[in-house]
Antibody
Framework: QVQLQESGPGLVKPSETLSLTCAVS?????????WGWIRQPPGKGLEWIGS???????YYNPSLKSRVTISVDTSKNQFSLKLSSVTAADTAVYYC?????????????????WGKGTTVTVSS | SSELTQDPAVSVALGQTVRITCQGD??????ASWYQQKPGQAPVLVIY???NRPSGIPDRFSGSSSGNTASLTITGAQAEDEADYYC?????????????FGGGTKLTVL
C-alpha cells in the first residue's frame, strides 16, 4: 500500500524559504510516476504547485514558478518542495500526491494517493 | 492557464440523486478526475478517466463528460457523502504538464 507523508516546519517567517519533504513508502519513486505538491489556503480550494517526474524533470504552476523548486531524492525515496520569499498568502495546508498517467486507447490523468497534509503558517 | 468552474454549493435530499458539474476548456482535451474532501482530511480520489472508480469507492459515484463539461453524479446520496468535491484535469492552454483544479462544490445532504 503506497503511503505519502509530508514533513517540515509548521511556522515560517515572511521572506524566508518554506521547505517540505514528502516521504514515500510502499513504492519506489525511481520506478516511475509523477509526484506533485498541492496546497490549500484556509477555507479555500486546492492549488497545484508543481510536479516532478522520477527522472527529475519538473513542472511548475506559472504563478509560482519564480519561487518554487521541487527535487527528488531516490536514495531516500522522497521528494521535496522549496518555496522562497514567502508571505502570509502562502499560509496553507500543503499536500503531496502521486500523479498517474494511464492509457486505454486514450490518455487520462489523476492523483491517486495523497498525503495527510501539513499545515504551514507564515508569520513573524 | 485554463480554469475549471464549479458551483460553490449544491444540496440533495437523503437518498436522492445529485449531479455536480465542472466546466472548462481543458475538459475538451482531458477527462476530469474528481476528489472528495471532508473537513480536516486530505482529498480522496472518487472518479478518474472516462468513468472509473478506485477500489473502495461506492458504485453510487459515477462520472460523465460532454464537450467542456464534466459531471460527478451521486445516485442515492448518503449522509456520509456530505463533503467538498473538486474536479481537476491537465491544463490544455499551453503547459500540458500543468494541472488545474476547480474551485470546489460543497455538497450538503439534507
Amino acid at each position: 500500500q503506497v503511503q505519502l507523508q509530508e514533513s517540515g516546519p509548521g511556522l515560517v517567517k515572511p521572506s524566508e524559504t518554506l521547505s517540505l519533504t514528502c516521504a514515500v513508502s510502499g513504492y519506489s519513486i525511481s520506478s516511475g510516476y509523477y509526484w506533485g505538491w498541492i496546497r490549500q489556503p484556509p477555507g479555500k480550494g486546492l492549488e497545484w504547485i508543481g510536479s516532478i517526474y522520477h527522472s527529475g524533470s519538473t513542472y511548475y504552476n506559472p504563478s509560482l514558478k519564480s519561487r518554487v523548486t521541487i527535487s527528488v531524492d531516490t536514495s531516500k525515496n522522497q521528494f521535496s518542495l522549496k518555496l522562497s520569499s514567502v508571505t502570509a498568502a502562502d499560509t496553507a495546508v500543503y499536500y503531496c500526491a502521486r500523479e498517474v498517467v494511464a492509457a486505454e486507447g486514450y490518455y487520462y490523468y489523476y492523483m491517486d494517493v495523497w498525503g495527510k497534509g501539513t499545515t504551514v503558517t507564515v508569520s513573524s | 492557464s485554463s480554469e475549471l468552474t464549479q458551483d460553490p454549493a449544491v444540496s440533495v435530499a437523503l437518498g436522492q440523486t445529485v449531479r455536480i458539474t465542472c466546466q472548462g476548456d481543458s475538459l475538451r482535451s482531458y477527462y476530469a478526475s474528481w476528489y472528495q474532501q471532508k473537513p480536516g482530511q486530505a482529498p480522496v480520489l472518487v472518479i478518474y478517466g472516462k468513468n472509473n472508480r478506485p477500489s473502495g469507492i461506492p458504485d453510487r459515484f459515477s462520472g460523465s463528460s460532454s464537450g467542456n463539461t464534466a459531471s460527478l453524479t451521486i445516485t442515492g446520496a448518503q449522509a456520509e457523502d456530505e463533503a467538498d468535491y473538486y474536479c481537476n484535469s491537465r491544463d490544455s492552454s499551453g503547459n500540458h504538464f500543468a494541472w488545474v483544479f476547480g474551485g470546489g462544490t460543497k455538497l450538503t445532504v439534507l
